[in-house]
């Protein structure tokens, strides 16, 4: 079990990550990929992913694997983490005395391979061979997937913000999922081994993860910046063959694409439907906002989704819709063609 004490100051320094970290993703998603469980949400991407992994890339089995504690240098806690590219970089500079304390961990519960010792020592080359195979890896079996993974993080972002508005921190912390229990001062949540973290002041990250599965994940090293990576809930279709890739682009303001799910979207209703879930709203909320009935909101968001424009997560019999990056890059370029949308 893993317990997370906080304090008052604690409380008032909780906060939820802006979006997807590449880092956790490639971390969890190479331990996913290597379990049997899971079979509903993450089957179909890995029978798509497994043939497609680059030799490469089975470097990072032993330091990831799907049981057992993982080093933290792979997702570091600073430096700029926009971009892949960035957080590679961070990665890349980590410094000597980290990567001996990591890989030591490690290695007092498991054989490492033989070349993880360079490593230890901080080689530069073997470091930089770790970022190219972390790039390797996104480039391959994730990207073709992110735009889905950043849809699902924020539509989770905003059930956060939903539960922050009606219960406060206290709200927000109670309803991570039922994995989750809050026992004030202490959140428990399920994990492999018996772990506290104190934060003692210094706040929480709460990172949502598309790949984290089956229960949340922390840093070995409580004295590390505190962060907590939990499951999200994940839409059945999610990875359905023929759609490993972004969603359709927008189509320019005043132009439809002749044809194919942009094509249905003309329409003041459903126009209104893809405005009001820019920060999120339920079935029920759509319908008492634009006057129409459940149904009515059901068969719009349908056709928005099959676009791409709108992701539903659901939670306790409630469906959030949230319009994804390509949805309000739409709602942008309409409001920019003077209200082509």
Known sequence: MLRVYFTAEDLARVRVAAGPDHLWEIS???????RTDGTRVFGEWRRWARPRLPESCRLLSPLLPPHGCSPDFLTPA???RRSLQAAVEALVRTPRPRLRADLSRVAASRRLPGWTSALADGDGAALRRLGEVLGAYHRQVLAPFWPRVRAHIDADRALRAHGLLDGAVEGLLAGLGPRFRWRPP???ADY?????LRLNGRGLLLQPSFFCWPTPITLADGALPPVLVYPIDHARDWSRPGLPGAPAAPAAPGRTDGGGALGQLIGHTRAAVLRAARTGASTVELARLLGVTHPAVSQHVKVLRAAGLVTTVRRGGRALHLATAEGRALLRSGERGGGAV
Not at 28 to 34: A, G, I, R, W
């Open 28 to 34: 969890n998603s190479v331990q996913t990929l290597q």
């Open 78 to 80: 600073h430096g700029e």
């Open 186 to 188: 202490v959140l428990e």
């Open 192 to 196: 492999p081994v018996e772990h506290d």
